[in-house]
């Protein structure tokens, strides 16, 4: 079956309605496009799992503050839609803003305490506008399945809270974070970064392996942990520290010793571009649904 391009919120809402009543399990990967490697592993896993494959290319207003860079946010759809067309995408949903936020919108998901912390101190608006997309999707959608990466893992862990406060009936599957050769995450924003600003992006990775490796020798004092790598990422000038925290896994909450339950989660601008990246300390990753 080719790969349909739905641009309309009546067309998508048509195509659900008909794939609802046929029993097929629909799988969703909600992404903003600029597709890399680590979109297509999200696409993968869906296409194995699930009988028909959605994916959303959009790339949402509402989560971006008036200085962060909506404007300048890569796009390439043609591009992407010849990148799901080889995997055998079933359906491609790239809806315009004025179907999905029309003249006197109003409504909008704010989610509240896993959001407190983390990007969501940094960026106090992005998650409201998250969620608020997400559950549009999920509803126009009508996905039972929905796929996203470990990389932006707060995302991942309030939008599964926010599945389970509406009891909507829907798995979410967080996958490993995919990484360059090198070691850096997949980023639709690594297309910022210059050539010079290349090693400097990469302290993020080196600091979480460093942070790793001090925490399996024996290092338990998170604070201990924060300063040897705030060092490492600090000797890069181009680098600025948003944040680094040690949180629990589940809650998010600032945590002071690790244990099997705690992530390290960075955020550091190289420049002007805002990357993250986080890993747990004493297990390799959190592959699981939710």
């Not at 305490?113 to 997309?133: A, E, H, I, Y």
């Not at 995919?178 to 010079?196: F, I, K, Q, T």
Request: aromatic share 8%.
């Amino acid at each position: 079956m080719a790969t349909l391009l739905i641009e309309s919120v009546e067309q998508m809402q048509d195509w659900a309605q008909r794939y609802q009543q046929s029993n097929l399990v629909v799988g969703l990967v909600p992404t903003m496009g600029f597709l890399h490697r680590g979109h297509l592993s999200l696409v993968e896993a869906c296409l194995e799992e699930c009988d028909i494959t959605v994916v959303s290319i959009y790339v949402n207003p509402t989560q971006f503050a008036p200085h962060e860079d909506f404007d300048q946010y890569p796009r390439d759809l043609e591009g992407d839609r010849k990148k799901l067309e080889e995997l055998g995408v079933d359906v491609i949903f790239a809806p315009p803003s004025d179907q999905m936020y029309p003249e006197g919108y109003c409504t909008y998901v704010v989610p509240e305490r896993l959001s407190q912390n983390l990007c969501g101190k940094s960026r106090p608006t992005f998650f409201r506008g998250v969620c608020t997309v997400v559950l549009k999707l999920f509803s126009l959608t009508r996905c039972q399945y929905a796929y996203f990466g470990q990389k932006d893992y707060q995302q991942s862990r309030i939008i599964a809270q926010m599945v389970k406060d509406f009891h909507l009936p829907i798995t979410i599957r967080t996958l490993p974070i995919v990484r360059e050769e090198d070691g850096l995450a997949m980023s639709s924003r690594n297309a910022y970064l210059s050539p010079e600003q290349r090693p400097a992006a990469l302290s993020l990775y080196q600091a979480i392996q460093k942070a790793k490796k001090m925490a399996q020798e024996g290092e338990r004092v998170c604070a201990k942990i924060k300063a040897e790598i705030a060092k490492d990422i600090e000797k890069f000038r181009e680098n600025t520290i948003d944040y680094i925290e040690f949180v629990h896994s589940q809650t998010l909450q600032p945590v002071e010793e690790v244990d099997e339950q705690t992530l390290v989660a960075l955020a550091v601008f190289v420049g002007k571009t805002r990357l993250i990246d986080n890993g747990f300390l004493l297990k390799e990753s959190e592959e699981r649904d939710r």
